[in-house]
């Protein structure tokens, strides 16, 4: 009976905590759905969670104030260029420093992880002058290019390949394969949750991004949509109704990405693997 209740006490804590976290999101779900004026109205009671009745006024509202399937289709395009070059680029790097031998390794990799510690505000302006004699802004490239290397996903894919038995890649050597073969066709399937997992983290810093856009470009052919919403704010008049349905928009393809990879975030199949 002592345990039940330690376990049902745990079990409210961690109900109460995803309510606060989830309660936001709600929000903005329900004020989607509501008239404008009765967004702020019920703003300070419960019945901000549950809209009277439900219309779509305010997503056409969005659609008819500003391009907004331009704004989408920019991160779309922006987010997927870095997720699927980036998995490429960081899957190979790490693999090398993980199991490859060559002088400098250890050396190089050091100095990678000394990269993570230095956040992109310290070499924004820098990049920004790099980039602009290059000739880069205003453009999709200077929003791709500079966000592929990633040290972060470099170390995970390091530190998964490490716990990788090595009896598959003797096998696959036995076989007559080489090294690039025997990294796509055995590594990559068997890293497929260190994959997931680095792709939803990309894909959620790369959506979000707001600080570099806002420094490289200057008009709205290859603006993303944090910079959408944040001009749609200003576009008068203020309509929280119209700002939150261009909020759940702006979610929405973040929360179908996790739902469809969810299975293997955090999903381990090395030890499967030697043994089957």
Not at 92 to 106: E, L, P
Not at 116 to 134: N, R, S
Not at 160 to 177: H, K, S
Not at 263 to 275: D, E, I, N
Request: one cysteine or more.
């Amino acid at each position: 009976m002592k345990r039940w209740r330690i376990n049902g006490a745990i079990y409210l804590g961690l109900m109460v905590l995803a309510l606060v976290f989830i309660a936001p999101i709600l929000l903005m779900v329900a004020g989607s759905l509501k008239p404008d004026a009765r967004v702020l109205i019920e703003a300070g009671s419960w019945r901000a969670l549950l809209p009277d009745s439900v219309s779509l006024q305010n997503y056409g509202d969005v659609f008819s104030r500003v391009d907004f399937t331009s704004y989408l289709l920019n991160s779309l395009w922006i987010t997927g260029c870095v997720v699927v070059l980036g998995l490429i680029v960081n899957a190979m790097a790490g693999y090398a420093f993980a199991r490859m031998q060559w002088r400098g390794r250890d050396l190089l990799f050091g100095l990678v992880l000394m990269i993570l510690i230095i956040p992109l505000e310290a070499i924004a302006v820098p990049l920004f002058y790099q980039v602009t004699l290059w000739g880069w802004r205003d453009t999709y490239v200077v929003q791709i290019v500079p966000f592929i290397a990633n040290a972060f996903s470099i170390y995970l894919f390091h530190t998964y390949f490490l716990g990788l038995p090595r009896e598959l890649e003797e096998a696959a050597r036995i076989d007559g394969a080489g090294v690039l073969r025997t990294f796509v066709s055995i590594i990559v399937p068997n890293a497929r949750p260190a994959f997931a997992s680095v792709a939803i983290l990309t894909f959620l810093t790369q959506w979000g991004a707001f600080l570099w856009p806002l420094m490289v470009t200057s008009g709205e052919a290859v603006r993303p949509l944090p910079l959408g919403i944040a001009a749609f704010y200003t576009l008068p008049p203020l309509q929280w109704g119209d700002i939150f349905a261009f909020g759940v928009m702006m979610v929405a393809p973040v929360l179908l990405l996790f739902l469809v990879f969810q299975k293997w975030f955090v999903r381990g199949v090395a030890a499967t693997g030697v043994k089957g």
